[in-house]
């Protein structure tokens, strides 16, 4: 009956369309289409080809779009291969074999990914996870990868670490003949990398300013002035998490002292509600625990006895809540000045929704405006007399430095807050003994 009546598939007519855009190549779209993904967080896609064990050509039914995208935070054994030319390229140890072990994997499989960066090729660069596994802390783990300096910006520096120590005392494949000590040819790599990255942030304040809003929920306010945000997207996704954890805790309740934390360890940790949550161990004292809370940003002491082991799948994704520190501003130095500004900044910031907008990077850190409504949240409080402003050179904030430079004139002339008694930064040189203003950091 269909088939007679041309219904649905059966339909010779209205034959839909779907047209699939490959962007593999093209530099210009690609930068383009990279602020959609960075901020789609994590997404789903196909794996229809691997060129290596770290490289692979990716469908995104979501965006209908095929990308090519490098696995992030690693440094990963490449195959051999044959180059238009007709040279052929030797495979690095167990370069071959990793890239049939990621064939395995994840060859026509559906996959999720997370895009963190584009290189000047317009290759998406992130995070790749087939079945709650994050392919890049998997390779590292089986030695066929090693921990690449990027991965310290990431959430999962901290896992990707300790699988390489792990990979490292075992011996395992890259490091088979590993013997403790740095190789200074690799040292020196690292070092030019890092000097690359230096060059690279100073010459992006020369380039025009981009506003691209991202809407977040400010979870933590530091009282060293910095903030941690939460993807108001992420929200359901991070409800659902907590939720699967603490059934996972109610079915299978931990041995109160049985696990023992170690120092960067993700694990689970209670708060002073008695719900679980995740954390990560950073200080441990005799009876207690100093836990940062990945997925709010908030610290505690946790007595040991609250703690217990994290499953292997509660350990992706990495944290949701993300340090931020305000672009353009700098507490005052002194200590009493400083706590209200501090307090400042938690009365126009926490626990409330606001857009953010990356200015610039330093050292792997984001510094961002903030806006609440239309104010610019940042300027608002160096208007108020409670923030001094950090000047940043290059073409790319000249315009929004003079902005907060006008406002900071405002607040002293009118003497509010810090500058109730004067210009606190005139006769106050380094060589006489006065503190350095404290970077938002």
Known sequence: KAKKTGKGLHDKKNIPSHRVSDMSGNVLKCKQFLPFLQRAGRMQGLV?????????????PRETCIVTFLLGGISCAKGGRTLPSGEVIPADPHGDECTTHVKEMVLQREVEIEVENIDKAGNFIGYLFVESTNLSLHLVQEGFASMHFTADRSPYANQIKNAEDNAKNSKKRIWTNYSGEEDPKVVEAEIRKIVAIEEEEKAALNEDRKVSYTEVLVSEVTNEGKIYACNVSDGPALEKLMDNLREEFITNPPLAGAYQPKKNDLCAAKFVDD????????????????????DYGNRASVPKAKLGSLPATFQTPG???????????????????????????????????????????????????????????GKGLVEDGLFMVDKMGGRKLSKLVKEYEDAMARAKKYHLNIWQYGDITQDDSREFGAPAPKPVR
């Not at 229809?48 to 995104?60: K, T, V, W």
């Open 48 to 60: 229809e080809f691997i060129a290596s064990g770290s490289r692979f050509r990716i469908y995104i």
């Open 275 to 294: 719900q679980w949550y995740r954390g990560k161990v950073e200080k441990i004292g005799a009876n207690d625990v100093q836990v940062l809370y990945i």
């Open 319 to 377: 944290g949701y809540a993300k340090p931020y520190s305000l672009a353009l501003v700098v507490l005052p130095p002194d200590e009493d000045l400083t706590a209200q500004g501090v307090q400042g900044l938690k009365e126009d910031l926490l626990d409330k929704t606001v857009k953010l907008n990356v200015e610039y990077k330093t050292g792997g850190e984001s510094f961002v405006t903030v806006h609440s409504g239309d104010d610019d949240v």
